[in-house]
Nanobody
Framework: QVQLVESGGGLVQAGGSLRLSCAAS????????MGWFRRAPGKEREFVAS????????AYADSVKGRFTISRDNAKNILSLQMNWLNAEDTAVYYC?????????????????WGQGTQVTVSS
């Protein structure tokens, strides 16, 4: 099992940016495909973005395409999510997740390990 810890959340103004990080430890980071999910107030947890083991394959939810960028540094065991042009709909707790597969999966049920989440709040 891989241990995941998110960081970088906070309060930002609409139109602003944040960069989230997920530090992995315990097992070989490069063996896992990774993903970001979020849970907004009153809603179920939803897919945001994911990345393959190698980092060459990515997937994004339609709501964040063109605004968010997922990346990974396998040498440093860090997953990142650069979030630009944030709006109120992006307000949520963001979770980092890992799966033993290789592809950039979109469903939370395909992931095995989860971080504790980090709060992102966007004010208008």
């Amino acid at each position: 099992q891989v241990q995941l810890v998110e960081s970088g959340g906070g309060l930002v103004q609409a139109g602003g940016s944040l960069r989230l990080s997920c530090a992995a430890s315990g097992h070989t980071f490069s063996n896992y495909a990774m993903g970001w999910f979020r849970r907004a107030p009153g809603k179920e947890r939803e897919f945001v973005a994911s990345i393959s083991r190698s980092g060459y394959g990515t997937a994004y939810a339609d709501s964040v395409k063109g605004r968010f960028t997922i990346s990974r540094d396998n040498a440093k065991n860090i997953l990142s999510l650069q979030m630009n042009w944030l709006n109120a709909e992006d307000t949520a707790v963001y979770y980092c997740a890992a799966r033993s597969g290789s592809s950039a999966a979109r469903t939370e049920y395909e992931y095995d390990s989860w971080g504790q989440g980090t709060q992102v709040t966007v004010s208008s």
